[in-house]
């Protein structure tokens, strides 16, 4: 099973700054995705593929990264962007999920 | 509008069964593999099953194998999970998910809005 480690567990942002979450596969992956949880609501399919973004997605962010790290980045923190991120691995089954990383707003 | 409806989640007894459908529309469903996911209360996300849209295979996580069963009824755009011998850390909302694709990389493109399960006694 490839274990996914989400880093930071939790932060908070200002509006306006650049904001970096990271996620690390125990073994090499070929693709990363996210997904976007705010309070109370079903999750989003946020990025797939490593790097494209889903419909409705705001361009501020983007997704990186190969083999066993990979990250998501908000180039402008916005009050909206408030929610949890999960990674997630679909190279191989059993599919996995990171523990989240829970972003605030200052 | 792709839509994905839960319904059937409740209070169970440990070692009890109970079974979840989805309704889907807004899509041709039979062209699409299906999934549940589930997240405990306050925890992450878990894959719990997952089906390919004929129906011909399924695949599962070690921690519900043997004791759940994703089907699905093309006909009636339904997707089912029967879950048996529910266990305390069964507690969680359970989501019905799609795959965009049949093939690797596999990730979810739509979720429903989720169905609580309590296995307490």
């Known amino acids: 099973e490839i274990v996914l480690t989400q880093s930071p567990t939790t932060m908070a942002a200002s509006p306006g700054e650049k904001v970096t979450l990271t996620c690390r596969a125990s073994?090499?992956?070929?693709?990363m995705h996210w997904y976007q949880q705010r309070s109370g609501t079903s999750p989003k399919l946020w990025i797939y593929?490593?790097?494209k973004l889903a419909s409705g997605v705001p361009n501020r962010f983007s997704g990186s990264g190969s083999g066993t790290s990979y990250s998501l980045t908000i180039n402008s923190m916005e009050t909206e962007d408030a929610a949890t991120y999960y990674c997630?691995?679909?190279?191989?089954?059993?599919?996995?999920f990171g523990s989240g990383t829970k972003l605030e707003i200052k | 509008e792709v839509q994905l409806v839960e319904t059937g989640g409740g209070l169970v007894q440990p070692g009890r069964s109970l079974k979840l459908s989805c309704v889907a529309s807004?899509?041709?469903?039979?062209?699409?593999?299906m999934s549940w996911t589930r997240q405990a209360p306050g925890k992450g996300l878990e894959w719990v099953a997952s089906?390919?849209?004929?129906?011909?295979?399924?695949y599962y996580p070690d921690s519900v194998k043997g004791r759940f069963t994703i089907s699905r009824d093309n006909a009636q755009n339904t997707l089912y999970l029967q879950m048996n011998s529910l266990r305390s850390e069964d507690t969680a909302t359970y989501y019905c998910?799609?795959?965009?694709?049949?093939?690797?990389?596999?990730?979810?493109?739509?979720w429903g809005q989720g169905v609580m399960v309590t296995v307490s006694s």
């Open positions: 998910t799609r795959y965009p694709r049949r093939m690797a990389p596999y990730y979810f493109d739509y």
């Open positions: 807004g899509f041709t469903f039979n062209n699409y593999w």
């Open positions: 089906i390919t849209n004929s129906g011909g295979s399924t």
């Open positions: 073994s090499s992956v070929s693709y």
């Open positions: 593929e490593t790097s």
């Open positions: 997630q691995q679909g190279s191989s089954y059993p599919l996995t």
